[in-house]
C-alpha cells in the first residue's frame, strides 16, 4: 500500500464544474504539497499546507491531518486546468513521498 | 534566482552510452533528490541527499550513481544506458517544507 494515495486516478469534467481531487495519505507529516504538471512536463508547487484551508484564485486546498486527508478543489473549472495534479507527503525535513497523480481533462 | 537548474533538456542515448545529468541549485538547500517519470506514472525516488558528501538509496537506484561534493550540484550518473532508463528525470531540492523542482530531463535510449 502506497503512503500516500490520490483519488480519482482520472478525472474528465465540462468547463465550469466544481472538481475535487483527494489525498490520503498514512505517514506522518510536517507539510503536505500539491504539485501541477502540464504536458511538456513541468512541477509547479501550488500550496504547501500544514493545516487548515488555503486559497489561490481558483483552487482551494484543505487539510484535516487527525484524518490524514486533504483535497484539492478546483472552482469553475476551464480547460487551461488540464494537467496532472499530484500530492506530495513530506515527513518533517525528509524526502517528499508521491502520490501516483490524478489527470485532469476538463472539456470545452 | 534561477531556483533548481537542470541539464541537458532532451538526449537521446544509445544503448551502452552513459551520461551525467547535471542539477544545481542556488537556494542553499540541503536535501536534493532525482525523480524518474515514465509515461503515465507518478514520480520515484531514484537517490537522494540531505547535505554535501552524504548519498543515499531511493526507490529504483540500480543503474545510476550520484555525488554530492557541494551543497549547490548533484549530478546523476548513468553508466551503461539500457532502454529501461528511457524516462524523463527531475531534480528537485527542499528546505523546511518548500520543495522545488527542476524543469525535467527528458532522456530516451536506443
Known amino acids: 500500500k502506497n503512503e500516500v494515495e490520490q483519488s480519482p486516478q482520472n478525472l474528465t469534467a465540462q468547463e465550469g464544474e466544481f472538481i475535487t481531487i483527494n489525498c490520503s495519505y498514512s505517514?506522518?507529516?510536517?507539510?503536505l504539497h500539491w504539485l501541477q504538471q502540464h504536458p511538456g512536463g513541468g512541477i509547479v508547487s501550488l500550496f504547501m499546507?500544514?493545516?487548515g484551508k488555503k486559497k489561490h484564485g481558483r483552487l482551494i486546498a484543505t487539510i484535516n491531518i487527525q484524518e490524514k486527508h486533504s483535497s484539492l478543489h478546483i472552482t469553475a473549472s476551464h480547460p487551461r486546468d488540464s494537467a496532472v495534479y499530484i500530492c506530495?507527503?513530506?515527513?518533517?525535513?525528509?524526502?517528499?513521498?508521491f502520490g501516483e497523480g490524478t489527470q485532469l481533462t476538463v472539456n470545452p | 534566482n534561477a531556483g533548481v537548474t537542470q541539464t541537458p533538456k532532451f538526449r537521446i542515448l544509445k544503448i551502452g552510452q552513459s551520461m551525467t545529468l547535471q542539477c544545481t541549485q542556488d537556494?542553499?538547500?540541503?536535501?536534493m533528490y532525482w525523480y524518474r517519470q515514465d509515461p503515465g506514472m507518478g514520480l520515484k525516488l531514484i537517490y537522494y541527499?540531505?547535505?554535501?558528501?552524504?548519498?543515499d538509496k531511493g526507490e529504483v537506484p540500480n543503474g545510476y550513481n550520484v555525488s554530492r561534493s557541494t551543497t549547490e550540484d548533484f549530478p546523476l550518473r548513468l553508466e551503461l544506458a539500457a532502454p529501461s532508463q528511457t524516462s524523463v528525470y527531475f531534480c528537485?531540492?527542499?528546505?523546511?517544507?518548500?520543495?522545488?523542482f527542476g524543469q525535467g530531463t527528458r532522456l530516451t535510449v536506443v
Open positions: 528537485a531540492s527542499s528546505y523546511s517544507d518548500n520543495a522545488f
Open positions: 505517514v506522518g507529516i510536517s507539510a
Open positions: 499546507l500544514s493545516s
Open positions: 506530495a507527503a513530506f515527513p518533517g525535513g525528509s524526502r517528499l513521498t
Open positions: 537556494m542553499n538547500h540541503n536535501y
Open positions: 541527499s540531505v547535505g554535501a558528501g552524504i548519498t
